[in-house]
């Protein structure tokens, strides 16, 4: 087998804006054996439109904007979970979500960036990165092979400094529609390496089983409890969980790929390791596809547009549509919109439509 993936604990937003508690995942993470902790670097309106309304995440539905502006914090919080990380010795990783976030990681330094998969699609936010000249982790949930290789050719950086996440954008994502055998296709197809992002329960499943399928990182989120608050902690590994993976995926490295699958069967039953290891076929999941072109990014209004105004930036954003809100145009046309005459009324929050215009 090859060497150990690089191993992500992605502590997202389960600090809840507590520095304390932030220090503390840090160090938890490092203890049970993660190479790398990642934040999110929150703030609420460069996400969402506050007309989204509640989200149904695995807690229940919450109104999202009003969690997301709770969370928003300052440059210095950041720092100081990046300056924590590297005193452990491993290394700080986060997600930008606009513009606003991307300043304020490049101020930080970070030697490398996460693309999260919603935001996959959102060119300028791909164009702004790409210009940092830093390795980027790339996630490729609710997304086509054209959806990935349209943002490549935008983010414009080396291939060697680009790392594919595999992943399915829901919480928890079920294992079976994992398709891991998807791994080496993306690998060959690109040319670059490929790793997994895991919404999946289970702390061995997919991360052995992708491992196996040639995975270079594996990414988890990782809370102290199951039972904290957090957005994502109900899908979280905790410590106990967290280095039991790491554990096994140091075992797994002592095993050819055969005989890894053997074992795995042997742990999970044939069908089960059979189900996500899957056909190799890149193509949406079941229990994402409804979210296609909701959880991507469009071209929203940022206020009740009239007929007959003419568009301005301040008027637009590029915001994830969700469930409540129409999508709108791709992002890719946000700068060609500007200027244009609306034709019909556009309500704060609605995605615009080249009819709008």
Request: aromatic share 6%; glycine share 10%.
């Amino acid at each position: 087998m090859n060497k150990k993936p690089f191993i992500i604990a992605e502590l997202g937003t389960s600090h809840g804006g507590d520095l304390i508690k932030a220090r503390e995942l840090v160090a938890a993470a490092a203890e049970a054996g993660a190479d790398c902790i990642k934040c999110q670097i929150v703030f609420a309106g460069e996400i969402l439109h506050p007309n989204t309304g509640t989200v149904g995440l695995p807690g229940g539905a919450i109104p999202l904007y009003l969690v997301f502006k709770g969370l928003e914090q300052e440059e210095e919080f950041y720092g100081e979970i990046k300056n924590e990380a590297e005193k452990l010795g491993i290394c700080f990783l986060a997600t930008p979500f606009g513009p606003k976030s991307a300043a304020l990681l490049k101020k930080i330094g970070p030697k490398m960036v996460k693309i999260a998969s919603p935001e996959l699609n959102y060119t300028t936010l791909l164009e702004e990165i790409g210009s940092w000249g830093k390795p980027v982790y790339l996630s490729t949930g609710v997304s086509t092979l054209g959806d990935i290789e349209t943002a490549l050719e935008i983010i414009k950086i080396p291939r060697h400094d680009l790392t594919l996440l595999h992943c399915i954008t829901a919480y928890p994502a079920p294992p079976e529609e994992y398709n891991l055998r998807v791994l080496p296709h993306l690998a060959g197809i690109f040319g670059l390496s490929v790793g997994i992002s895991d919404h999946s329960p289970d702390p061995l499943l997919v991360p052995i089983l992708g491992t196996a399928m040639g995975a270079a990182a594996i990414e988890k989120h990782f809370c102290l409890s199951r039972n904290d608050p957090g957005l994502d902690d109900a899908i979280a590994l905790d410590p106990e969980d967290f280095s039991r993976m790491t554990s096994a995926l140091r075992w797994a490295m002592s095993l050819e790929k055969a005989r890894l699958i053997e074992e795995m069967q042997a742990e999970f039953g044939f069908g089960l390791v059979e189900k996500t290891l899957g056909s190799g076929i890149k193509a949406l999941a079941p229990s994402e596809a409804a979210s296609y072109g909701r959880t991507n990014r469009s071209i929203h209004a940022l206020r009740d547009i009239a007929e007959g105004e003419i568009i301005e930036p301040a008027m637009i954003a590029v915001l994830r549509t969700e469930k409540n809100l129409r999508p709108g145009l791709h992002p890719r046309w946000e700068r060609t919109i500007v200027g244009r005459k609306v034709q019909n009324p556009i309500p704060a929050g609605e995605g615009i439509r080249f009819e709008d215009i």
